[in-house]
């Protein structure tokens, strides 16, 4: 009989009695020696590619487990199942929900696998030894499956507990937002009702753009500067550094506002792009909740505008 190797061992414990073939592979385990494994009764196959310990006591975590490696290790637990993992309470027991990117058959009873492009390395953390979408990535996602009170009772919860705010959620949500994306339009209603209600006045998202020019230590841009392009769209910019070819505009908008404005946004920005001017966009929620980090991004965009435009590319 074949013994199992230490570091396989670790892994089963860690693992909750579960293993992927690869790991096995990885770690010295023969398909010789996992088959001898399995007529014998010690081990059983759980699924496709993943072994279990005979007899090990069944729980919601290693259901989850289950998923993971059957999914492969890119996949990400989601959804309905990362909800709980959050201790997010609007969310159902449910079945096994993991994100991968890629084409994959639906596998175990009670998996859910869901496709995303858009899944990145900032949207993953550990939790119980798993990859799980982050909190804010999380919210995000379950407004596309949850009822919008749901939702609504969600957000206002999680951001009078401190765990997100609704800038913080604003931003995930606008760096996610595609057009068509479900529940876009949920959660930006009940950000809008949580939020800036109005939107930001101008004077002070202004100041707070200058603020971070000034903490950036840019030289001075010129202020309400004609929107460069051919002239079919007309209109100014916030702030642009001609030299670098750099605009900066400061958005303060409702998220629905925004949301019906993303084609004009993005026409003048093409509009600029075709004269060689490059545009960033700052929300509010960069400039009031994260003044430093947004600087510091800004002074990166401007140097390398400077040295593209310097090299003559």
């Excluded at 939702?151 to 206002?156: D, E, G, M, N, P």
Aim: charged letters at 25%; one cysteine or more; proline letters at 5%.
């Amino acid at each position: 009989m074949p013994s199992v190797p230490i570091p396989i061992s670790h892994l089963l414990d860690a693992q909750h009695g579960l293993i992927a073939l690869e790991q096995c592979r990885c770690d010295g385990l023969s398909d010789t020696a996992i088959r001898s494994l399995v007529r014998s009764g010690r081990w059983q196959r759980s699924a496709p590619g993943v072994y279990s310990v005979a007899d090990h006591r069944q729980t919601w975590v290693r259901s989850l487990w289950l998923a993971h490696l059957y999914a492969g290790p890119d996949s990400v637990i989601s959804h309905e199942s990362a909800g709980r993992l959050h201790h997010i309470e609007e969310v159902p027991a449910g079945i096994a929900s993991v994100m991968v990117g890629r084409d994959l058959r639906n596998g175990p009873v009670g998996l859910r696998l869901r496709r995303a492009d858009d899944l990145l390395a900032e949207h993953v953390e550990q939790i119980n030894g798993l990859p799980v979408t982050t909190l804010h990535r999380t919210i995000v996602d379950l407004a596309m499956t949850l009822h919008i009170a749901s939702l609504r009772s969600l957000v206002t919860r999680e951001i009078t507990d401190g765990r997100v705010s609704a800038a913080s959620l604003g931003a995930s949500m606008d760096g996610l937002r595609r057009r068509g994306k479900p529940g876009v339009a949920n959660l930006s209603r009940v950000l809008d009702d949580l939020g800036t209600g109005k939107g930001l006045p101008r004077s002070e998202l202004e100041r707070l753009l200058d603020d971070v020019i000034h903490l950036a230590g840019l030289p001075s841009p010129q202020h309400e500067y004609p929107l460069p392009g051919r002239g079919a769209v007309t209109g100014f910019v916030d702030r642009c550094w001609p030299d670098a070819r750099l605009i900066v505009e400061a958005d303060g908008r409702k998220w629905h506002s925004r949301r019906s404005q993303m084609e004009r946004d993005a026409t003048r920005s093409l509009e600029a792009q075709a004269a060689g001017f490059e545009t960033t966009r700052l929300l509010w929620e960069h400039l009031r909740h994260d003044p430093h980090g947004t600087a510091e991004l800004l002074r990166t965009v401007h140097e390398q505008r400077c040295l593209l435009l310097g090299q003559g590319l």
